[in-house]
């Protein structure tokens, strides 16, 4: 049975850090693309960042660029979210995803439960 479980979410004030960590399990994801979404209140569920699960390119949406930062640790069977300068803005439910494709889609094969994030100005 395939899991991705996220954690790490919490409160934190505008200009704080988070980091989000997602264990994914249940599967070899060698291959796969590994990324992170949100969804504020109200909003669509937007893409944040992703990375392929053996190496390469990262890529971010543009609101997160300069501030946040995806890795992984193989080893773990870890993807991270590494959060900073963070802004009221992305205050939302942050997801992990993983997806087949070379790159990952906004219908990903597997998605985490989710963890909250709060950001209070």
């Known amino acids: 049975q395939v899991q991705l479980v996220e954690s790490g979410g919490g409160l934190v004030q505008a200009g704080g850090s988070l980091r989000l960590s997602c264990a994914a399990s249940g599967r070899t994801f060698s291959g796969y693309a590994m990324g992170w979404f949100r969804q504020a209140p109200g909003k669509e569920r937007e893409f944040v960042a992703e990375l392929k699960w053996s190496g390469g390119s990262t890529y971010y949406a543009d609101s997160v660029k300069g501030r946040f930062t995806i890795s992984r640790d193989n080893a773990k069977n870890m993807v991270y979210l590494q959060m900073n300068s963070l802004k009221s803005e992305d205050t939302a439910v942050y997801y992990c995803?993983?997806?087949?494709?070379?790159?990952?889609?906004?219908?990903?094969?597997?998605w985490g439960q989710g963890t909250q994030v709060t950001v209070s100005s």
């Open positions: 995803a993983a997806d087949h494709r070379s790159r990952i889609t906004g219908a990903p094969d597997y």
